[in-house]
């Protein structure tokens, strides 16, 4: 175990680090050309999967800023039991959607590699870089645009 302390400025480093080479990583899968203009790609399994994402992002925008920060309530297992079941069912069915819509595009291995690149490396290191009002700024931000660039 390290004795830093988990916010040091080596773990923000670090964690950018990871985040910068994913990034990279699925730009040279060709990723975002893929989703946006191949015609492998199940555009309509990906449709599910991207309102499976938006409904992620509004529970979790309602459970951390409004009832965390606004009234207080410790966001937790025990105080959120049915919304952290219905999460665990989004991000399944977001993540099979995803797999279903890439895989005639890239195969079965190679989509696996772009959804954990995508999940261990783009959205864990942001989620941990950030905080809570800025995870939720940014990523309604950029869930906007992309949709706006999604045909």
Known sequence: MSSLPPNHWYY?????????CSLY?????????????????SHEWFKIGLAASVAILAMKSYMELYQGKIKGVRVDYKNFRQATH??????LLATVCFYVALSP???????????TVFGWGVLIPASLLLPTYAQNGVAVTLMTF???QYQ
């Open 86 to 91: 219905m999460l665990i069912f989004l991000i």
């Open 25 to 41: 990583v699925l730009h040279d899968l060709g990723a975002w050309h893929a989703v946006m203009r191949s015609p492998d790609v």
């Open 105 to 115: 595009h890239y195969g079965g291995a190679k989509t696996m590699l772009v959804l």
């Open 12 to 20: 923000k480093l670090k964690r950018a680090c990871i985040l910068g």
């Open 146 to 148: 992309f949709i706006q």
